[in-house]
Nanobody, 119 residues
Framework: QVQLVESGGGSVQAGDSLRLSCAAS?????RGWFRQAPGKEREFVALIDWSTGTTHYAESVEGRFTISKDNAKNTVFLQMNRLKSEDTAVYYC???????????????WGQGTQVTVSA
């Protein structure tokens, strides 16, 4: 099974930026970011097709977040700009063999990294 390790979380002010990283021990065709805010269900954030670079974003982050990849390092990034307090959550990296927004399609998950945005 692919091992995924996230890093880059932290505490920032609203309007600031953060970049999350997700390093993988093996290959996955599709890599996604999900997040879970306190008291809420985990939700889709962004997705990238490892082979084509095709991306997809949740409406709530479109235009502010950018998902990208470094093939040589087998690492996916989530650049988060103009952060808002409602972006506060634990962010998870996940891997799948399918291009999907559904969590159930993801078989590999990282441990999560906390992002806290203060208003």
């Amino acid at each position: 099974q692919v091992q995924l390790v996230e890093s880059g979380g932290g505490s920032v002010q609203a309007g600031d930026s953060l970049r999350l990283s997700c390093a993988a021990s093996g290959g996955t065709y599709f890599r996604g970011w999900f997040r879970q805010a306190p008291g809420k269900e985990r939700e889709f954030v962004a997705l990238i097709d490892w082979s084509t670079g095709t991306t997809h974003y949740a409406e709530s982050v479109e235009g502010r977040f950018t998902i990208s990849k470094d093939n040589a390092k087998n690492t996916v990034f989530l650049q988060m700009n103009r952060l808002k307090s409602e972006d506060t959550a634990v962010y998870y990296c996940a891997g799948s063999s399918r291009y999907s927004l559904l969590q159930t399609m993801y078989t590999s998950w990282g441990q999560g990294t906390q992002v806290t945005v203060s208003a």
